[in-house]
Structure formats: structure tokens, C-alpha cells
């Protein structure tokens, strides 16, 4: 950070002209920056800076200055959110608490497609592969956005939002090279056909290096695979839109699973190969007739085959959704929409799970209404609005939320809300039966097994009554700040009840079972917050710092409580440097952790991270970038799989990218 103060002043002091685009981030003010659009709070187009949630973007330009090679990394920055690395492929990331390597508390979405697992509560973030490049932003909401998005909003929504074809027209290539990356080609092409349809098409390869032992030894979870996809824009009419897009991957994983053998009497450790693949195509439809009235309608197909360990899923999901925004005289503005949603899944039983049943079909049904209404025009708004489901597993829901939103000059706002949100319980919750572990009884005795079970009685949702507060202000040109806080009260929470012991004969040979059954009924609260600062130092050098605060408790089990870092602080400088260089840094401390979720409670300690990365544009067309992660920490424990005893940790990373564009 000296070294970006003494090159900032240089750079401030320099006449000679940067290389970066005028588009750039880097070169907008303050107030340029806290007015960048959003869509995820609201439904519609709104600035950051008057929306009345807490709300963080993650830009291009930050995406292009961190190097960031996925959603996850992506994600580190952005306060109130955790991200653990639990191996080369797989991640944990939740919002505000309750993390794990299936974080069933967020809410993710690619364009508005729901890449949530209905069965198994939670993302595959391997198989979530965007390429970067064509990233515009990363919406993140903290806190429930279930008024608007409906179940498994409960603690936030992530919002990965493509750039249209219309600005990825050309050739791009892209290599990168290094200690992870061995290598990563990206190959993109944009064009048009006619003045009003633009389409682009890409393909990448990569082929990722395993992370660490903790003794050093490779860890044997590589990655390799190919992704390709493509998007079609048009604009038929001054007043329609329409958007078609889809993606396919197929990749490979190396992974190790625990198989407990009770006819052999130990726990197998073994290293398998993974195989995914999957297909999704999405389309839109935009009619807009004046500045505060239009309506859409989406639809996407999505299928996958992935593995989780030794089990497997094979997952089909259609989805439909009408959306309307329109006005009540000079005061109110409506967004109403309703949808449907099936869900197809396969689950064959494998050599740690059975699925009661093998085929799951869902049902989704809904609808949702939000008013904003103007109490002082352009000064104080009353927003009310709810969520109506239904589905197969728990029935009716009815999510509802009001927030006031006060903007009382230029430079201020502050809001307020209050939300119920739900999560409907996960098939591994309901159907699944998980061998954990085995282990001797007592000397030449029978066996013992450690399962979990689902429990199909449980027929009601997680709950969620959430309090929010934050503030907003620009008390210089020069400076914005942001604050949220908030307090939230789970009840119904779903956890795993105390084994049961019995002795059983089936299958063989006959051996002790210690049972432990889901079961509803839990309760919990959290409270905490984010302050986030932003400060444009010289027009060429921007620091942005941020620290998130989370306390929670939960009843009868408070292990939960452990899985996530009480303090987290985050801090990041973008320089640039005359002659088309940029010197972008970032530093972050992320508080100690015992993660429940795993076999056996693995404490976790708390570490610092420092990035760096150096980047030259000797002309338009071309971009070098060099960047270290995780510098001056040869490696670090982040997060413990559910699926082995084995841990692994993420190492010291150097990488070299390569842009050409035309």
C-alpha cells in the first residue's frame, strides 16, 4: 500500500495520459460510481445509491483488475459475504452467516436462471462457469430478497448479470498461464446482422493445478474441461428487446470420497474422477413503452448430470415467468409478476447414499406484487410488496416486506425494511439417507456405522423475520460511505437430531447403527453489519475498504453459529500509472472459524490475504497482466469438505494473462 501511495502521487503529478478506456470505472467520480444501475433490489432499473437494500456490486472493472478467474473469487470482496475454498473445484459462500459447502441460505441466479439445487440445497459452484469477460456485473443483496426472487432468498441473492452482444463485438483471446492455471484459453467472437441484432459465441478450455496438503504434497484436485455458449441480441422495434443465450460444459474433476466399509471395517478414502456436464438455454422478451411501464417474459431450460462425491444428480428444470411495471397516477409504481417452475430430478443410489424416492418432481407455482409509493415526491417512498408459493414439499408460502426509503438531499439516503422470508427444506432433507462413518465398537466386536437420514414428516419451511437499517452518504466529492445493520430471527431451522443406537442385520454383517434423523424445529437469531468506504485519492488512485460484523446463536444446536467469521476486513487500492499501466492491490483478514459441516469439528484459524497484480496496455488491442494471490502466505486452511477427513489448503498463486482484442 506505501508503494501504491508513492505511485499514485508520481501518477497524479504525471500529465502524460493513461491507456485505460474512457469507459473504465477507474476514471469515473464517486457519484458516478454509487449510481451505477441495479436491478436485483427491485425488479427494475434502479442506482446504488438510492436502493433500499444493502446492496454491492461487483464490477468489470473490478473483475478485469483483480484478475478474478470465477464467481467465487469474485465474491471475496464483497462485504457480509463469506468465501471459503474447500479444494480445487469446490466452495462455500454464503451471505451473513450459516456457510457451508452447501449454502442453502443464498439465493444464486445467472441472468435471472436460478442455479440453486433444490436437492441439494445449494450451488455447484464448479459447474457455474462464466467466463469473466463477458461478466457486467455481480448484484449481491444482503439479506433476503424473498419479497421479490421467493424461497432460498432467506440471508441474500447473488445476481451474476452478462454484457449484451452488443458490447462484446470483435475477437477476443484470451491465455492465462500459471501456477493454477495450465493454461486457460478463452476464444470470443462478437458480430451483428443487420443494424438491430448483435450476437457473440465463445469457447474455453482450461486445465487447473491441484492446491496443497497440508504437508506440502499435491492434493490431486485438478480440474479440466471445456465450456462454450453464445448470445443473441435483438432490437425488432424502438420498443421491444430480445434476448437469447445458452451454455454448455462438460468437465472433469479429481475428488476424494470417504466410503465406509462395514464388511471390510474401516472408513476407504479414495480418489475418484468426476464427471459433469450440462446444457441450459434462456430467452427474453422486453416490451417497454415509456420510462416507467413495461413488461417481459423468461424462460429458460436448464439440465445437468453432476456428481457430489460418490452420488450423482440428473437434473432437468423448465421455467417461465411473466413480469409487468407500470404506474398509478404521479405516485405509485407497480411490479407484479407470476411464474412456474418444474423440477425433474434423478437420484441413483451409490456407495454412501439412497434416495427415498430415486425421482423427484416439483411443482413451483408464483406470484409477487411490490409497490413503491411516492409519500414526498423524490423524497421519502413507502415500498410494500410479497411473495405467494407453492410447491410439493411444504405447500402455500407468503413471503411479505415493506421498506421506507428516504433520499433527503442529493447525497444522503437512508432505509429501512423489514421481510419474512422462507427455505424450503432440500430432498437431502427429506429423502436421502447418508452412510457418514465407520468405527469399531470394542475390541473384536461388531462394527458400527454413523448414518444421517432425511425425514419425510418435515412438511414446513425454514423461516426467516429479517430487520434492516442503512445509511448512505457522499459527505465529499471525493468520499462515499455505506452502512448496514441488521438483526434476524430463524425459526423452524432444520438440523440433525441426536443419534439413535440400534443393532441391525441387514445389510451384512450385522453391525451397531447409530442414527441421526433431520428434524424441524430449531430456532436462532443473528445480528451485525457492514461499513463499506470508498475514497478517489487522485483522479488515478481509488481505495475502497470494508468490514463486516456477524454475532449469531442457535438453539438447541449452535454449532451453526461457528461456520462463519465473526470479523471480516477488506481493503483495495486501484492505481493508474501513466504509459497504460495499473498497479491494483487488495489486502484481507478474515476472522477464525470451526467448521461443523465436516466429519469431525476442524477449527480453522484466521488469515490474511494479499493480492497484487500489475497490468500494461502497450496499445488498444493489447492487455498483459501479471498477478500474485495470496502473497507473502505459502498456504492456508479454508474451509473442510463434508465428503473427506482429507483438508486442503490454498496455496501461494502466481499468474500471467494474456488479452488480444480486435
Same mark, same amino acid.
Given at each position: 500500500m506505501l508503494l501504491c501511495a508513492?505511485?499514485?502521487?508520481?501518477?497524479?503529478?504525471?500529465?502524460t495520459p493513461s491507456a485505460n478506456p474512457a469507459a473504465s470505472l477507474g476514471d469515473l467520480s464517486i457519484e458516478q460510481l454509487m449510481n451505477e444501475p441495479v436491478t436485483s433490489v427491485s425488479k427494475k432499473e434502479t442506482n446504488l445509491f438510492q436502493s433500499p437494500a444493502a446492496v454491492a456490486v461487483v464490477t468489470d472493472d473490478d473483475i478485469s483488475r483483480m484478475d478474478f478467474t470465477s464467481i467465487p473469487e469474485a465474491l471475496r470482496f464483497v462485504p457480509g459475504v463469506d468465501v471459503a475454498r474447500i479444494d480445487g473445484s469446490t466452495w462455500a459462500v454464503s451471505?451473513?452467516?450459516s456457510n457451508s459447502e452447501f449454502a442453502n441460505d443464498t439465493l444464486v441466479l445467472i441472468d435471472g436462471r436460478s442455479v440453486y439445487s433444490t436437492s441439494f440445497g445449494g450451488v455447484f459452484w464448479k459447474t457455474q462457469g462464466v467466463p469473466m469477460q463477458d461478466i457486467d456485473r455481480i448484484e449481491v443483496i444482503r439479506g433476503p430478497g424473498s419479497t421479490l426472487w421467493g424461497a432460498n432468498a432467506l440471508n441474500g441473492v447473488i445476481n451474476v448479470i452478462s454484457k449484451s452482444a452488443q458490447e462484446t463485438q470483435g475477437l477476443l483471446t484470451t491465455v492465462s498461464e500459471g501456477t493454477e492455471d495450465d493454461p486457460s484459453v478463452t476464444v470470443r467472437y462478437g458480430g451483428s446482422a443487420g443494424g438491430a441484432v448483435f450476437y457473440r459465441a465463445y469457447v474455453n478450455y482450461f486445465n487447473r493445478n491441484e492446491q496443497v496438503?497440508?504437508?506440502?504434497?499435491?492434493?490431486?484436485?485438478? @480440474?479440466h474441461g471445456w465450456r462454450t455458449g453464445f448470445r443473441l441480441d435483438a432490437k425488432p422495434s424502438p420498443s421491444d428487446t430480445f434476448t437469447l443465450e445458452g451454455d454448455g460444459y462438460d468437465l472433469t474433476t479429481g475428488e476424494s470420497e470417504t466410503v465406509p466399509r462395514i464388511d471390510l471395517g474401516e472408513n476407504q478414502v479414495l480418489n475418484i474422477l468426476s464427471g459433469d456436464h450440462g446444457e441450459d438455454i434462456l430467452g427474453k422478451w422486453v416490451r417497454r413503452t415509456s420510462d416507467a411501464s413495461q413488461w417481459s417474459v423468461q424462460t429458460f431450460y436448464d439440465h445437468y448430470h453432476n456428481a457430489v462425491g460418490g452420488t450423482q444428480e440428473i437434473n432437468d428444470t423448465f421455467d417461465v415467468e411473466f413480469q409487468d411495471r407500470f404506474p398509478i397516477g404521479a405516485r405509485q409504481d407497480i411490479v407484479s409478476g407470476m411464474g412456474y417452475r418444474f423440477v425433474r430430478g434423478?437420484?441413483?443410489? @451409490?456407495?454412501?447414499a439412497t434416495w427415498t424416492p430415486e425421482l423427484d418432481l416439483v411443482h413451483l407455482y408464483s406470484a409477487f406484487v411490490q409497490d413503491q409509493v411516492a409519500l414526498l415526491p423524490d423524497r421519502l417512498s413507502l415500498i410494500p410488496g410479497a411473495k405467494f408459493e407453492h410447491n410439493d414439499v411444504t405447500g402455500f408460502e407468503f413471503e411479505p416486506g415493506v421498506r421506507l426509503l428516504w433520499t433527503p438531499d442529493s447525497a444522503q439516503t437512508l432505509w429501512l425494511g423489514a421481510t419474512r422470508a422462507v427455505r424450503t427444506p432440500a430432498l437431502t432433507e427429506t429423502a436421502a439417507r447418508f452412510a457418514v462413518a465407520e468405527f469399531p465398537t470394542s475390541p473384536g466386536g461388531p462394527p458400527?456405522?454413523?448414518?444421517?437420514a432425511g425425514n419425510p414428516a418435515i412438511v414446513r419451511s425454514e423461516k426467516l423475520d429479517a430487520y434492516e437499517?442503512?445509511?448512505?452518504?457522499?459527505p465529499t466529492s471525493q468520499v462515499s460511505v455505506d452502512v448496514a445493520a441488521f438483526y434476524n430471527v430463524y425459526h423452524d431451522l432444520i438440523g440433525y437430531a441426536p443419534a439413535v443406537a440400534q443393532f441391525v442385520f441387514n445389510p451384512t454383517p450385522p453391525h451397531e447403527l447409530l442414527l441421526s434423523t433431520a428434524e424441524p424445529g430449531g430456532t436462532g437469531h443473528s445480528y451485525g453489519g457492514e461499513?463499506?468506504?470508498?475514497w478517489r485519492v487522485t483522479e488515478r488512485w481509488r481505495l475502497i475498504a470494508d468490514y463486516s460484523l456477524l454475532r449469531s446463536r442457535f438453539y438447541p444446536d449452535d454449532s451453526e453459529s461457528e461456520d462463519s467469521p465473526q470479523h471480516q476486513v477488506h481493503l483495495r487500492s486501484y492505481l493508474d500509472l501513466p504509459h497504460g499501466f495499473e498497479l491494483n492491490g487488495a489486502l484481507a483478514y478474515v476472522g477464525h472459524i470451526v467448521d461443523t459441516e465436516s466429519s469431525a469439528p476442524q477449527p480453522v484459524p484466521s488469515y490474511v490475504r494479499m493480492d497484487l497484480g500489475l497490468v500494461w496496455r502497450p496499445s488498444p488491442v493489447v492487455e498483459v497482466g501479471v498477478w500474485g494471490q495470496n502473497l507473502g502466505d505459502r498456504r492456508h486452511l479454508e474451509f473442510a469438505?463434508?465428503?473427506t477427513p482429507i483438508l486442503v489448503e490454498v496455496p501461494e498463486e502466481i499468474a500471467v494473462r494474456i488479452t488480444w482484442k480486435r
Open positions: 508513492a505511485l499514485g502521487a508520481y501518477a497524479s503529478a504525471s500529465d451471505v451473513r452467516g496438503l497440508p504437508d506440502g504434497a499435491d492434493a490431486g484436485d485438478f @480440474s434423478v437420484l441413483p443410489p @451409490s456407495s454412501v458400527g456405522e454413523v448414518e444421517l437499517a442503512g445509511y448512505r452518504i457522499r461499513v463499506s468506504v470508498q469438505s463434508q465428503l
